[in-house]
């Protein structure tokens, strides 16, 4: 599967973003799905993470209660919706696809990669 990871800017604290992956040649909901991020210089780490029903979601400590992941079976996107960012949440954000039902929470759990959105958090 192929994926378009989309909706990243520069931003005030404070403000939110939306960030969207399509993916495409493969059967969506085949794939639980995840968004990772990688600031600079750090390793890159998951965000969210959502099975192929929508029906379960992880979070990393740092964006619960601030960031929503969710998927759209029949426009084969998932989303991001992050509210109330932090300079620290400055980072290229992922999307990334596991062609299992269910998510994993480590880099290697993934078998697709998006290209990256940037996402600037600074006043």
């Known amino acids: 599967v192929q994926l378009q990871a989309s909706g990243g800017g520069l931003v005030q604290p404070g403000d939110s973003l939306l960030l969207s992956c399509v993916a495409s040649?493969?059967?969506?909901?085949?794939?639980?799905m995840g968004w990772f991020r990688r600031a600079l210089g750090e390793k890159r780490t998951l965000v969210a993470a959502i099975n192929w029903y929508g029906t379960k979601a992880d979070y990393a400590d740092s964006a619960k209660d601030r960031f929503t992941i969710s998927r759209d079976n029949a426009k084969n996107t998932v989303y991001l919706q992050m509210k109330n960012l932090k300079p620290e949440d400055s980072a290229v954000y992922y999307c990334?696809?596991?062609?299992?039902?269910?998510?994993?929470?480590?880099?290697?759990?993934?078998?697709?990669w998006g290209q990256g959105t940037l996402v600037t958090v600074s006043s």
């Open positions: 040649g493969g059967t969506f909901d085949d794939y639980a």
């Open positions: 990334a696809a596991r062609q299992k039902w269910e998510y994993g929470t480590e880099e290697n759990d993934y078998d697709s």
